[in-house]
């Protein structure tokens, strides 16, 4: 089983992501094929001792996509980028799965090209793992698909109760609706219809869920279109940011304030470490044939090693076979109503 | 120029509603009507020395509503509820502006039945101020159109600058319209569209906001249908609470800690001081033939004070008159293209 990693793809590549490759091979001896220059990848991996003992093999790509290039470019023009000849090698099955940390759109787009959607899925998803004060949940759609029918968010909660079994090893996952009102009336005309939908599918549905619910943990599933994730994510994550540099500004030249700051420290540190999202390494897009994992564009070593673990993980517990077997149950009673 | 206050309304009423109120009475010498069941006012009133002395009075209304009533039953039923009949008094010309922290929904439905739409407005919608690095921003709508169309999004703009700059003083307010990228190419249906017809208005459009630069302070106006604007709002309040929440946890029971947060309480008192939904008392509904502050169920006797001044400073600005010259100006420039 081996791993097919962007090699050339994040704000930190190829240093970031060759040196979390490494440490991937090396905890958890899963079997990686780093896509890029060659050269290049030679190089970075001779800054690594023992590397060649490792399970790391290289594959060429003599194309790198720029930042500015649009998604369908990449797909149509350049055919020998490090993103589309990853792919590649999970299509011809050389590799069962693929890790990106480049251009979000352009790793969407090709994942989706190359691979295909799996029976039975109208709509690939993007899927978060956010961290709330129980632990985390699975967020999405969190971007893939703005304009959403009931019919697709029926399908991202079947999406993320699997993931959420697989991925985060909940049983029976609580899946919620991320809406404006904790009662079935409450909501947009999408989630109203939505809402009736769920109700019909065999799947732990807890309802409408609020920012309270998600954060608390009450949710391990919330789903919503893919314009509302997306929003949710970046507020989410500006509102963290604006907190932390907030106290900053007002901690300011006080030194009792400052002493006191450097005295709470670890307990700022385990508060970042349970907000970070590099614990889960990426995105997964879900409802594909094949595993596709979108990391950050500002990927630490640590966020490709976790990615890669996650990867490995998904393989291994068949997700997509469960997926599939999961979308035609579902899709079955909510047709019955 | 009174203004009317439903005693009876909000988690803490009637207690901390008069209590307000006498403060506003006190500070800002604004002539406010008390709204509910005499006795009970009159009760609290005597707990405040001199109270008698300010320029307050009590207007009877028998009936109260309860949280569990539908805005519906509400308006139909409860004709001399409190929020009923502050509002009959802005109808009326007794009072210029009405608050209310109770029942949202039936304050909301209420003023908008009993006061009547602003000539041009097509949807009233509600606004919020929220905290950002620079100062605040409002956001708008945060509820009260869940479905929206291109052109309400445009009015809700146009409400947005002119309470911007009549309530927050922004001579010319930077007005973003929430999506997911900045490039008028990123968005979904909705949010497309209403790029198209803000860039004909005379607003000083910047163009797609996301997250971040809702939180920075890259804009003054933040534009979204009411169902994002409701999520927004909410997420960000819970993840506020859960970094506090996640930061107490950390703390434990581990001395040096404790003693450092000690010694930084006072940055952390001003961040709360920084993000509290006090300071401004309430989220005004825009669009209305009248001025009428929708407050927080559990308004302090600091927000309601706060409530009163924004409504005094809103009719003096004749905030109405210019929203109905700035609507009619610009629905003429989007139409015109």
Redesign the interface.
């Known amino acids: 089983m081996k791993i097919a990693v962007d090699a050339m793809g994040g704000d930190n590549a190829p240093h970031a992501v060759v040196a979390g490759a490494v440490q991937a091979a090396k905890e958890f001896g899963v079997g990686i094929i780093l896509v890029g220059i060659e050269q290049v990848i030679q190089e970075e991996l001779g800054k690594h001792h023992n590397a060649q003992a490792l399970p790391l093999e290289i594959r060429n790509a003599t194309e790198v996509v720029d930042m500015l290039d649009s998604p369908a470019t990449v797909f149509r023009r350049k055919k020998d980028s490090s993103i589309r000849v990853a792919n590649e090698l999970v299509k011809s099955g050389e590799a069962v799965a693929v890790i990106s940390a480049g251009h979000t759109g352009a790793a969407m787009a090709t994942s989706l090209f190359v691979l295909g959607k799996l029976e039975g899925i109208e709509r690939p998803a993007i899927a978060t793992i956010m961290p709330?004060?129980k632990g985390t949940c699975i967020i999405l759609d969190v971007?893939a698909n703005?304009?959403c029918k009931p019919n697709h968010l029926l399908q991202f909660a079947i999406m993320g109760e699997v993931y959420s079994k697989y991925l985060l090893k909940n049983l029976n996952p609580r899946v919620g609706l991320?809406?404006?009102g904790e009662e079935a009336t409450k909501?947009?005309?999408l989630?109203k219809e939505a809402f009736k939908l769920l109700t019909e599918t065999s799947l732990n549905f807890i309802g409408n869920v609020?920012?309270?619910d998600?954060?608390?943990g009450n949710a391990d599933v919330v789903v919503c279109?893919?314009?509302?994730g997306?929003?949710?994510?970046?507020?989410?994550?500006?509102?963290?940011?604006?907190?932390g540099?907030?106290?900053r500004e007002?901690?300011g030249d006080?030194l009792?304030?400052k002493?006191?700051?450097?005295?709470?420290?670890?307990?700022?540190r385990?508060?970042k470490r349970?907000?970070d999202y590099a614990e889960y390494g990426g995105a997964p897009l879900i409802g594909i044939n094949g595993i596709s994992i979108i990391s950050h564009g500002r990927s630490s070593d640590r966020a490709i090693k976790n990615a890669i673990r996650v990867a490995a993980e998904l393989a291994k517990s068949e997700v997509n076979k469960h997926l599939h077997e999961d979308i035609e149950k579902n899709m079955e009673l909510a047709k019955a109503k």
Chains 1, 2 share one sequence.
Request: net charge negative; hydrophobic share 50%.
């Open positions: 709330t004060m971007g703005v304009d991320l809406s404006i909501g947009n005309e989630t609020e920012g309270r998600v954060m608390s279109d893919g314009f509302i997306n929003v949710v994510l970046k507020i989410s994550e500006a509102v963290a940011e604006t907190i540099l907030m106290i007002n901690i006080n009792i304030r002493l006191g700051y450097f005295m709470m420290r670890p307990a700022f385990s508060l349970r907000i």
